[in-house]
């Protein structure tokens, strides 16, 4: 987690607010257009393993899809809970 | 050779029926003779917009259903030549709009009226009279605010678009699919406060058609029932004007994409 981005909170315009959260969302309901639809499942069963061992709940899981010179980053974050 | 060409955008109230009445205006003023079909069933408007709601008899449902032919049902156009209009059914029955039924108005436009272009104005969303409206076409305009709902909606549609019309569904490959930005503000992309053209373009991935700024010519223009292409001294018009020469293979240049800088001078003297 990029702890940073809260200790240097820099002021980013609504556009490019705008811009980044499009990219997020588009590329991730392209991803699951027509082809196998796979991704939400993903994310469940992840989500299932992890709980067997720690117990998190659904909203602790963040999936991100972010395009890099040509290929695909599937960013996968679970918060786990402290202690 | 009938060329059929569907305005579409998921969203509603983005311009698809301005987009239509201004894009069909256009062609005709070209010359090329142009039919544009309100395919909102229930909620008819493009009537009002190309300003020949009185004139309204017979609809589109009509047609499908045989109570009318095509010629008793197209409206004429009394400012343009070559421009006709055929009006949505204010009907409730979702169900009216068949395949088969879309298909033969289709062919009468084609066969029995020598139409050069079939303009369809599509409903918001992605229900039946939306892929309706598309099915059939050969060419796509994807209308789009610099907005966020709108440009999600927009991708949702072209994915629509590249699987479900019938030339995709015949495996001969997506149809052409272009964007109209409208509603645009190079002011308040210069602030940092919307989307601008490249932004939008980039997540979309489609070729520019056009940019429609933000314009009070538009209420004006469907205020008096007149497309806002009939405004010729309008920003708005002539965005839509050039657009419309793109869309027929001219290549010019994109405008009111920058915030004008020009003082009282440069207005007075300048080009």
């Known amino acids: 987690m990029s702890i940073f981005s809260y200790l ?22 392209r991803s699951t257009r027509g082809g196998p639809d796979y991704l939400p499942q993903l994310q469940e069963e992840l989500l299932q ?29 679970i918060t786990l809970p402290e202690g | 050779m009938t060329k059929i060409v569907v305005v579409t955008s998921g969203k509603g109230g983005v311009g698809k029926t301005t987009t239509s009445a201004a894009l069909a205006t256009g062609l005709a003023l070209r010359g090329f003779k142009t039919t544009v079909i309100d395919f909102d069933v229930g909620l008819r408007n493009l009537d009002l917009i190309m300003g020949c709601e009185r004139r309204v008899v017979y609809d589109l ?10 010629k008793q049902a197209l409206i004429k156009d009394k400012k343009v030549d070559n421009l006709f209009i055929l009006p949505a059914s204010q009907t409730r029955d979702k169900d009216a709009l068949t395949q088969e ?23 918001a969303g992605i229900e039946k ?20 709902s709108s440009v999600r909606d927009s991708d949702r549609m072209i994915g629509i678009l590249a ?36 932004d939008v373009q980039e ?38 004007s050039d657009a419309v020469a ?6 010019i240049p994109h405008r009111f994409t920058t915030v004008n800088k020009k003082g009282l001078l440069g207005r007075l003297f300048g080009g």
Do not use: W
């Not at chain 2, 039924?101 to 409903?123: H, T």
């Not at chain 2, 001969?172 to 645009?184: H, M, N, Q, S």
């Open chain 2, 101 to 123: 039924g879309v298909e033969g108005v289709f062919n009468a436009l084609r066969n029995d009226m020598q139409m050069d272009y079939i303009i369809c104005d599509s409903p």
């Open chain 2, 246 to 251: 793109r869309f027929l293979g001219d290549n």
């Open chain 2, 203 to 240: 997540i979309l991935a489609i070729e520019l058609l056009g940019v429609v700024p933000e314009s009070q010519a538009v209420l004006n223009a469907s205020n008096a029932g007149s497309p806002v292409i009939l405004d010729i001294d309008s920003d708005a018009g002539q965005a839509y």
């Open chain 1, 49 to 77: 393993v992890v709980r067997k061992y720690v117990p998190v709940d659904q909203d602790a899981v963040n999936i991100q899809l972010d395009r890099e010179s040509g290929c695909e980053i599937l960013e996968l974050n």
């Open chain 2, 163 to 198: 699987s479900k019309t019938r030339h995709a569904e015949q495996g001969e490959g997506d149809i052409p699919a272009r964007l109209l930005l409208t509603r645009y503000s190079p002011e308040r992309v210069e602030k940092g406060e919307m989307l601008s053209v490249e």
């Open chain 2, 129 to 148: 009279g939306a892929l309706m409206a598309a099915y059939f076409a050969d060419e796509a305009v994807v209308v789009t605010n610099p907005e966020v």
């Open chain 2, 61 to 70: 449902v009509n047609v499908i259903n045989g109570d009318a032919n095509i």
């Open chain 1, 8 to 29: 240097l909170p820099k002021k980013q315009s609504t556009a490019s607010v705008a811009k980044e959260r499009l990219q997020i969302i588009v590329a991730r309901e």
